[in-house]
């Protein structure tokens, strides 16, 4: 008699145990595949940037480059409220949003100034350069339906300790044109052009 009792309790342990694998294969299967995006560079035509032998060329030396802690995932982060924001499962960053935003500057900055000498900080070995850009960004994040925001204090300094350096903190906003995440992100890729923008022309301020 316990025998069978024994072999029954067995049974419907295995049964149970197969129909809760079947169901987490079941949900395994039909969840949502993620989306990448990546932020990109300015437009530029190619070959525009000169490299004749013997040229001097204006070279910068971008970073170090910090971003607030919550940006430091992959998942998209939105806001959603006053004091709330929401993280994307199904929508993420291709790369770290630092090292995207790493590229991108350095990108527009050798197309901005006409320069190929645009080095990051992060680099191995002893760079001297015409001047460095030192950036703490304090927002980049969007709203959905809405705009994004990038607010930055940043500073550009010359290699020479008494040249002049410029110490500014700015804010850029653009409105989502486009619904869905492919709006979103694009209003953030502007917001970061647009700060490429302002700080080539300080560069070029202190060339004059």
Not at 24 to 35: E, F, M, R, V, Y
Not at 76 to 81: D, E, K, L, N, S
Not at 147 to 154: S, V
Request: neutral net charge; aromatic residues 10%; contains cysteine.
């Amino acid at each position: 008699m316990m025998n069978r009792i024994g072999f029954r309790s067995a049974c419907w342990r295995w049964i149970l145990l197969s129909v809760f694998g079947l169901m987490l294969a079941g949900c395994a299967g039909s969840s949502q595949p993620a989306t990448f995006y990546m932020l990109r560079s300015l437009d530029s035509h190619p070959g525009a940037i000169s490299t004749t032998a013997g040229e001097q060329r204006l070279s910068v030396l971008v970073g170090p480059i910090t971003l607030p802690g919550y940006l430091a995932r992959t998942q998209i982060i939105m806001v959603a409220g006053k004091n709330e924001m929401a993280v994307d499962e199904f929508n993420r960053w291709a790369e770290s949003l630092q090292e995207s935003f790493y590229r991108v500057l350095r990108e527009n900055l050798s197309s901005l100034l006409n320069t190929p000498e645009v080095y990051g900080h992060d680099r191995s070995g002893s760079i001297s350069a015409d001047y460095q850009v030192v950036i703490d960004v304090t927002r980049f994040d969007s709203v959905q339906g809405e705009e994004a925001l990038l607010t930055a204090f940043w500073t550009v300094s010359g290699k020479d300790a008494s040249a002049p350096s410029i110490r500014r903190k700015s804010t850029f906003r653009f409105p989502v044109s486009v619904s869905g995440l492919p709006g979103i992100i694009d209003a953030q890729n502007q917001t970061l052009n647009a700060f490429s923008r302002e700080i080539a022309s300080a560069i070029q301020s202190l060339q004059r």
